[in-house]
């Protein structure tokens, strides 16, 4: 596959989130695209997005580890994406919606590391013992393709749907959680909108980073000292539209709360 034709598509995702609008879903249509060449639009996507937004990885999020999610959009299996120190939004304010396409929000726990995680051979048991500790967090996901619909590759090439993410401020070492049966309980403006447990994310949210420490050792990269790892949605995501409250209750941690707004 050409370099220009990779150029372009990059160019293509970068502008459609600058300038709110969506693109086309296009993997099925270039020749010789593959899952490489969608992590390789994805790197460069982060690349240009760090030089022009002047900003840093800050992380990683999963995608598509809970059947709840992979129903949803049709995919059946996980990907990843890059976080950014400007994608982060501060837990319990108003967040203006301006800048999304088609936001939805789901809850998440998140993981913070206190080292390094490197190898292609990495277990749940590691990822818990590099785990400095857990919180619970909200992902705001806004795809790049029109009417939220895309195959695998296309949205790993947009970075997984990334957008925003939302850190709650109650945080737990990862020996006091239980990974398995942890219950979260999701309310839009009051209303229960979905319930689950941690379990949903691929039997346990470690396992999902385990596997993602591994596929990202593939291309020379690792999970850093200090970095968040979003685990992936435990619950379906949730439409967001301006006036909506949304909350969620981790088992063991409290409620977590996010509120939308049209306007800055
Ligand atoms: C892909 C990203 C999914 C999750 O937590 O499952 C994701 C999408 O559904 O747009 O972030
Ligand atoms: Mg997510």
Known sequence: MKTASIDHIVEDLFQ?????RTLPQFAQDVPEFNEE??????????????????????GWKLGLTSKAKQQMMGVHEPSYGVLLKNMSLNEGETHSIDGF????????????????????????????????????????????????????????????SSCRYILGNQILSP??????L?????????????????AAVMGNPASAIAWMANKIAKRGQYIQKGQVVLSG??????HIEPGDHFSASFDGFGTIHASFKTGE
């Open 16 to 20: 459609a989130e600058k300038n709110v």
């Open 175 to 180: 020996e006091a959680v239980d990974m398995r």
């Open 233 to 238: 949605a435990i619950t379906q995501a949730i």
């Open 37 to 58: 060449r969608a992590y390789d639009v994805q790197e460069l996507l982060i690349e240009k997005k760090c030089r022009e937004e002047g900003t840093a990885v800050s």
């Open 101 to 160: 396409i088609h936001g939805k929000l789901e809850p998440e726990l998140a993981f913070v590391f206190k080292e390094d995680v490197m190898g292609d051979y990495i277990t749940a048991a590691q990822i818990i013992q590099s785990t400095a500790y857990v919180l619970p967090s909200f992902e705001v996901i806004d795809s790049r393709f029109e009417a939220f619909k895309f195959t695998l590759l296309d949205a790993v090439a947009d970075n997984s």
């Open 182 to 198: 942890g219950g979260v309980v999701f309310r839009k403006n009051g209303e229960v909108a979905a319930t689950s447990t941690l």
